[in-house]
């Protein structure tokens, strides 16, 4: 899914950064500002290298990459959720049973809702840093101040976390063909998901700092290697999350089967009874 991710988000940055830049110099350089909340997470070599081709495209923006930037990151994007969706029906074991206009339409579409998502959750800890500033600045009591700032920070934080959440829940709704779906605004999964991504993120820069051999091996393509690198990451702790979700259901529907009597107690069922349609054993 690394390589899907890395397909997409080129594609993605040309068509928005087009846009922004056709609508408004200044909005390019909000969004810059959104942006670099990513070093949160991403790794510095990967997100200098982002930064720089935004930066670039931004300023270079025509009628004619709105066009094209938005057709090849919609088309990007499709492909991307779509190899997600491969994934997680390969940790439920089902079958994609989908036609294909309607999984790729599916894939496009929560694909803009999710780019909304980060561009709100981005917003979210500009605006909170922001406000927090401004209160501290304000208020001439100073351990008032200091206390209004770290309320707007906790504040802050915790609407990132829950849209973060939300994006989760959201992947692993749409993602796999289930037959029976159930929408829970937190899962296991998400949690585990998301937090093994944020300290992996963290492992991942801090060996960076320490180990940082990929441009000595890669040269100017080390800022890619590390970006697939973490984008790598960010696929496996999805692939995780669904694995626990995937789990749990299975364990639940055994039993209330069990406990129906449709199954006797005995009986230890392959773990996708709930979740779709099995895969036939080889």
Not at 72 to 87: E, H, M, N, P, T
Not at 155 to 169: E, G, I, K, Y
Not at 188 to 194: E, F, H, Q
Not at 235 to 245: I, P
């Amino acid at each position: 899914m690394g390589y899907y991710f890395l397909f997409a988000l080129f594609p993605t940055l040309v068509s928005a950064s087009s846009i922004l830049g056709l609508a408004a110099r200044q909005a390019s350089h909000i969004y810059d500002s959104l942006l670099h909340y990513l070093s949160l997470v991403v790794p510095v070599g990967a997100y200098t290298m982002v930064i720089e081709t935004f930066n670039q495209t931004a300023a270079a923006a025509t009628t004619g990459k709105v066009t094209i930037g938005l057709v090849a990151a919609l088309w990007s994007a499709s492909v991307g959720f779509a190899s997600i969706q491969d994934g997680m029906n390969t940790v439920y074991k089902v079958r994609e049973s989908r036609p294909y206009w309607m999984a790729r339409g599916q894939a496009i579409l929560v694909t803009m809702l999710l780019s909304v998502m980060v561009t709100l959750n981005l917003a979210v800890l500009l605006g909170g840093d922001l406000f927090a500033r401004v209160v501290y600045l304000r208020i001439w009591h100073h351990p008032l101040a200091l206390a209004a700032a770290l309320a707007i920070h906790l504040v802050q934080w915790t609407v990132a976390s829950s849209l973060l959440m939300l994006q989760f829940s959201m992947i692993y709704y749409f993602a796999p063909d289930l037959k029976v779906k159930c929408w829970h605004w937190a899962t296991p999964g998400a949690v585990i998901g998301i937090f093994g991504w944020i300290l992996c993120s963290l492992g991942l820069r801090i060996y960076l700092h320490f180990f940082n051999s990929f441009s000595v091996t890669y040269g100017s393509l080390g800022g890619v290697i590390i970006l697939l690198t973490w984008f790598y990451i960010t696929g496996l702790m999805l692939l995780l999350g669904a694995e626990v979700n995937s789990e749990i259901q299975a364990a639940v529907a055994e039993k209330q089967l069990k406990e129906s009597g449709v199954l006797p107690p005995e009986v230890d069922p392959e773990p996708t009874i709930a979740a779709g349609v099995p895969l036939p054993s080889p």
